[in-house]
């Protein structure tokens, strides 16, 4: 593990005006990869030994968290995070917590991957964040419940070791495990709270599930597919156009910002693995006066390196989701959508199969991984 820009000690206490305008943060290497626990893969929160004052779920709300210094409840302060109560120590004569005393919360993640930096965000809590977390990762089949995982059999894999941390900042802490792993353990030490936790890396499928699918997107996120570079990040990140699900509002998509010359807008994207492309759908929902102009599609074959057509310049409609069967299969490994000349669209989807050769590759990489 490597630490990035964290930042030990307590943040000045709330003053009044913009919450975030103290707020401590820095350019993390990694925030450019999927989040694994996105509510939107299907991560979430399924157990902590204490959540008395904020719940646990809100560690993994897509927005950054929100801060109303007025809104008390019965048990006290409210807050956008996760917050548990004040450790005590064992009697009077020892009123502090022992050493080894912390909180934890099990995480699923949306998309079992590797992991390559995690943020752990305690924005807004000032002088009740936690004196230092750390964070564990393991890998389990199936869907195991909290007690499977808290079992004594099952070895768990140090991520981010017990280290300080401070308030009101987004620390950040680089990871260097070349694993898959399917769940996380975040400990508070000694307790405090935590306002949101992302964890950046990529997307390694269970080649035995896409096997058995057959057909599916191939450049999704949950089935590994990636964003590998995009020209305009202006309004929101490339990313989204492979998120689950239809698009439900703009900035749920990618928008970039308006040309002024006489180029145009494109993404980069890595398929799972080597595929047969049968069908695409470009979707843009939420796109009125914004919506891209036209788009078009190469795709890369892996075994030869050349870029060909995978679909010609086409005329798109706002708000609408377009659907093309392919004449025939396309084999490809890559592909680059290519918008004109700037605006957006919310959803790619590229339907096909693995290739012999990529289904092989996928299940050596799933070996490899321990998965």
């Known amino acids: ?217 191939v450049v999704a996120l949950e089935n590994g597919g990636r964003v590998e570079d995009a020209s305009d990040r202006f309004y929101s990140p490339a990313t989204n156009t492979i998120q689950p699900g239809r698009s439900r509002k703009m900035d749920d998509g990618w928008e970039t910002r308006r040309r002024r010359d006489r180029g145009n807008d494109w993404i980069h994207y890595h398929l799972a693995e080597e595929a047969q492309i049968r069908a695409v759908e470009i979707d843009t929902a939420y796109l009125l006066g914004n919506a891209a102009g036209w788009a078009a599609l190469t795709a890369r074959d892996a075994r030869s390196g050349t870029w060909t057509e995978l679909l010609p310049r086409t005329r798109l409609q706002p708000d609408t989701n377009h659907r093309f069967v392919l004449p025939e299969p396309v084999r490809a490994d890559q592909v680059r959508a290519d918008i004109f000349p700037d605006g957006g669209i919310s959803r790619l989807r590229l339907f096909g199969s693995l290739t012999e050769r990529g289904a092989a590759r996928l299940a050596a990489r799933h070996a490899e991984l321990g998965g």
Not at 165 to 176: E, I, K, L, M, R
Not at 188 to 198: F, M
């Open 1 to 217: 593990m490597t630490a990035t820009a964290h930042f030990t000690g307590d943040a000045d206490p709330y003053g009044g005006g913009d919450p975030y305008a103290d707020y401590r943060t820095a350019g993390h290497p990694f925030t450019h990869l999927v989040d694994l626990a996105d509510r939107r893969l299907g991560a979430g929160v399924i157990a902590a030994n204490d959540e008395f004052f904020a719940q646990r779920e809100n560690l993994l709300k897509p927005e950054p968290a929100h801060f109303d210094p007025e809104r008390f409840g019965h048990k006290g302060k409210i807050m956008d995070g996760w917050e548990t109560r004040r450790r005590r120590g064992a009697s009077a004569d020892r009123p502090h917590p022992a050493d080894e005393d912390h909180d934890w919360a099990l995480i699923r993640l949306g998309a079992p991957g590797i992991v390559r930096g995690l943020v752990v965000d305690t924005a807004h809590f000032r002088g009740n964040y936690p004196q230092a977390v750390s964070v564990e990762a393991v890998s389990l089949p199936g869907s195991p419940s909290p007690e499977e995982l808290l079992a004594p059999d099952v070895t768990w894999t140090t991520l981010v070791p017990r280290t300080a941390v401070g308030g009101h900042a987004a620390n950040g802490f680089a990871v260097d495990v070349e694993r898959r792993f399917t769940h996380l353990r975040l400990c508070q030490h000694p307790d405090g709270g935590v306002a949101r936790l992302r964890v950046y890396g990529e997307v390694a499928p269970d080649p035995v599930w896409l096997s058995a699918l057959a057909t599916f997107d």
